[in-house]
């Protein structure tokens, strides 16, 4: 089972409707990891699970999320309430108090994925405004296979299509 998470557009509108077309109806869940500069009203939320950014004004964006289905439970916040720009200790924290699988934010606009205190930590990156060792791929986010024994991460580029060498396998 899939679920993709993308993160920080920061008002660039359109590669979040290429991906929701892209992906709708081939992913059991698209996770959208805040600072869209978008209204909670727009129809790309009718499909992306948005949570507010620290550039987002409309207050109907939820601060976090608790996702749960028969295969993966996930936490997912932006990370400027926990100050993710500084390190991840407040979301270890944060996720500890929490039975989850998979922690997911943005706000950093650095792609990762690693696992810490037994749980997946994944940051998409900004698909727009990429920072970090991986900003010159110009804009990525991930994927999440969920399997019985195993969690597979992959990101991707704007084009749709997955970077050789970024494509990480996690025990469960
Ligand atoms: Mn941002």
Redesign the pocket.
């Given at each position: 089972m899939d679920y993709l998470i993308v993160s920080?557009t920061?008002g660039d509108r359109q590669i979040l409707t290429d991906i929701v077309a892209h992906y709708k109806g081939k992913v059991r869940a698209m996770f959208y990891n805040g600072?869209s500069e978008l209204q909670r009203s727009d129809e790309l939320f009718d499909t992306l699970l948005p949570v507010i950014?620290n550039?987002d004004d409309d207050p109907m964006f939820p601060d976090d999320r608790n996702y749960e289905d028969e295969f993966v439970k996930i936490y997912q916040t932006h990370g400027h309430l926990v100050h993710t720009e500084i390190s991840l200790n407040q979301l270890r924290e944060v996720a500890s108090h929490k039975d989850v699988d998979v922690v997911t934010s943005?706000?950093t606009?650095m792609l990762g994925a690693e696992k810490i205190d037994g749980k997946l930590f994944i940051n998409p990156g900004?698909i727009s405004l990429p920072k970090g060792p991986y900003a010159y791929l110009k804009g990525t986010y991930a994927i999440l296979s969920v399997e019985p024994k195993k969690f597979i991460v992959q990101f991707y580029t704007r084009d749709l299509q997955p970077v050789p060498g970024l494509k990480f396998e996690f025990d469960r």
């Amino acid at each position: 089972m899939d679920y993709l998470i993308v993160s920080d557009t920061h008002g660039d509108r359109q590669i979040l409707t290429d991906i929701v077309a892209h992906y709708k109806g081939k992913v059991r869940a698209m996770f959208y990891n805040g600072d869209s500069e978008l209204q909670r009203s727009d129809e790309l939320f009718d499909t992306l699970l948005p949570v507010i950014g620290n550039m987002d004004d409309d207050p109907m964006f939820p601060d976090d999320r608790n996702y749960e289905d028969e295969f993966v439970k996930i936490y997912q916040t932006h990370g400027h309430l926990v100050h993710t720009e500084i390190s991840l200790n407040q979301l270890r924290e944060v996720a500890s108090h929490k039975d989850v699988d998979v922690v997911t934010s943005g706000h950093t606009h650095m792609l990762g994925a690693e696992k810490i205190d037994g749980k997946l930590f994944i940051n998409p990156g900004s698909i727009s405004l990429p920072k970090g060792p991986y900003a010159y791929l110009k804009g990525t986010y991930a994927i999440l296979s969920v399997e019985p024994k195993k969690f597979i991460v992959q990101f991707y580029t704007r084009d749709l299509q997955p970077v050789p060498g970024l494509k990480f396998e996690f025990d469960r």
